[in-house]
């Protein structure tokens, strides 16, 4: 197992363009987190799915926002309308759930920047 | 709510020399993780050890132990025998129990510099 991938690794859009982003968890892992990250800051939590179904997203997910794990595998971040306000470092972690608080363990990340 | 603070912005240290970085955290739940993750310039966040609130005994992995102290909701990490590689970002983590899925509270982050 490679680990968490996330694809693009960097992208680079005009406000007002639509992205979508890409996240494949260790197999197995039935927990997937998206988090954005802005320069010099810790990440932020966005939303998470248990399998297929996404059971919590943060006030930051604003309407422009929406993910994915259709099949309870990868999952996709789309931002419809791009703001430069979303420039940021997408990261996607996954886990497995058992009983307590396990790992997380995240990818690489995806560079957004809005110009 | 579940916050998290490091007041270190930056920290440097000699290589083989003994670092602490601190954490300060805050949350209502009696049932919560504390973490700290290691991020390497332009690389993935890492996982450097982890304690259950519910565990008095500290947690030690290799050269990196924390300091919990509960009651203080004080959560510190130390670098025994620095090494250059341990050059990263470094951030205090929370996660509470099941209600919230596990997600995690970051702190802002520590950069931590290992001088030669």
């Known amino acids: 197992d490679t680990g968490v991938s996330q694809n693009p690794r960097h992208k680079i859009t005009k406000r007002g363009q639509n992205v979508t982003f890409r996240c494949d968890p260790i197999s197995e892992h039935n927990r997937l987190y998206w988090y954005r990250q802005t320069l010099g800051q810790g990440p932020e939590f966005l939303t998470y799915?248990?399998?297929?179904?996404?059971?919590?997203k943060s006030r930051l997910l604003s309407d422009r926002f929406s993910a994915e794990r259709p099949k309870g595998s990868f999952s996709t971040l789309e931002i419809q309308r791009t703001e430069q306000g979303d420039s940021a470092m997408y990261l996607c972690a996954s886990s497995y759930r058992t009983s307590g608080h396990n790992e997380q363990f995240f990818g690489p990340g995806t560079r957004l920047t809005v110009l | 709510a579940q916050t998290v603070t490091q007041s270190q912005p930056e920290m440097s240290v000699q290589e083989a020399e003994t670092v602490t970085l601190s954490c300060t955290y805050d949350t209502s739940e009696s049932n919560y993780y504390l973490f700290w993750y290691k991020q390497p310039p332009s690389r993935q966040m890492i996982l450097v050890i982890r304690?259950?609130?519910?565990?008095?005994q500290n947690a030690t992995e290799n050269r990196f132990s924390v300091n919990f102290q509960k009651a203080a909701k004080s959560f510190s990490l130390k670098i025994s025998d620095s090494q250059l590689g341990d050059t990263a970002m470094y951030f205090c983590a929370l996660g509470v129990g099941e209600t919230s899925g596990s997600r995690l509270t970051f702190g802002e982050g520590t950069q931590l510099t290992v001088n030669p």
């Open positions: 799915f248990q399998n297929e179904a996404q059971l919590e």
């Open positions: 304690q259950e609130a519910y565990k008095q």
